[in-house]
């Protein structure tokens, strides 16, 4: 049986991470599975861990006023879900639910937040992965928003 340490090894997102940083981020985690419609977090709620998928997909929501829940952005395998545990106040932005079963290791937002604040290497390791994933969705949002706004300007112009 593997241990979370071979599975965050093995995962292609930490290839360029070294050994040191590798075993203390593996000693944060813990597998965790989630079925079709279960929610990996809800939006308001405290942002106390994140989530690295080993299978299946997760769809990051957002809730719209007169529309309801939409979709911004489906994560697959070997990407993370979760990067509000990096900024206080530390609560979500968006909920996140499973469209399949997924499979996942779970960290511990603390302990990571502990480690990065202990040593140097392991936050610079965290940022460099984490920084892009920001981003990214950070842009996944902004178009899905212009297109509810452009949307709505189309209802509002007939």
Known sequence: MKTIEDLVRENPVFDDVDDEVL???SGCGQNVAFEAGDF???EGETANRFFLLRGGTVALEIFVPGRGPMIFKTLQE???AGTSWLIPPYRWKYDARATGRVHAIAFDAQCMRDKSEADNKVGYALMKKFVPVLIDRM???QVQMLDVFSRQDEL???
């Open 23 to 25: 075993q203390l981020i």
């Open 40 to 42: 990996l977090f809800r």
């Open 78 to 80: 070997n990407e993370f």
């Open 139 to 141: 842009q996944s949002a």
């Open 156 to 158: 509002v112009g007939q």
